[in-house]
């Protein structure tokens, strides 16, 4: 029903920064929070930071405080991830996360890879 593409991964050095986009498509009658999660290999998936639906509140690991910032714009159905102060330890597959509050549904999208470099 709702498709989620991430964007904007790559490889960075240390130090640098990353602008991650989630376009959210499909049948999307009411948007809700959404979140950018991320898992590195060997390790859980961990929430990153969070939204809800129109901007005003966000959440954020403590590991991220500081030099991520989310965001989001509604009229296109998209969310962003700033990510400055990029560290080795940021190295991970980052995945988008949308609820929709009319079916109470969770959709995710297949993650885009971003790889920081000491």
């Known amino acids: 029903q709702v498709q989620l593409v991430e964007s904007g991964g790559g490889l960075v050095q240390a130090g640098g920064s990353l602008r991650l986009s989630c376009a959210a498509s499909?049948?999307?009658?009411?948007?809700?929070?959404m979140g950018w999660f991320r898992q590195a290999p060997g390790k859980e998936r961990e929430l990153v930071a969070e939204?809800?639906?129109?901007?005003?509140?966000?959440d954020y690991a403590d590991s991220v405080k500081g030099r991520f910032t989310i965001s989001r714009d509604n009229a296109k159905n998209t969310v962003f991830l700033q990510m400055n102060s990029l560290k080795p330890e940021d190295t991970a597959v980052y995945i988008c996360?949308?609820?929709?509050?009319?079916?109470?549904?969770?959709?995710w999208g297949e993650g885009t890879r971003v790889t920081v470099s000491s």
């Open positions: 996360n949308l609820y929709t509050i009319h079916d109470d549904t969770n959709s």
């Open positions: 499909g049948r999307i009658l009411s948007i809700g929070p």
């Open positions: 939204t809800n639906w129109s901007g005003g509140r966000t």
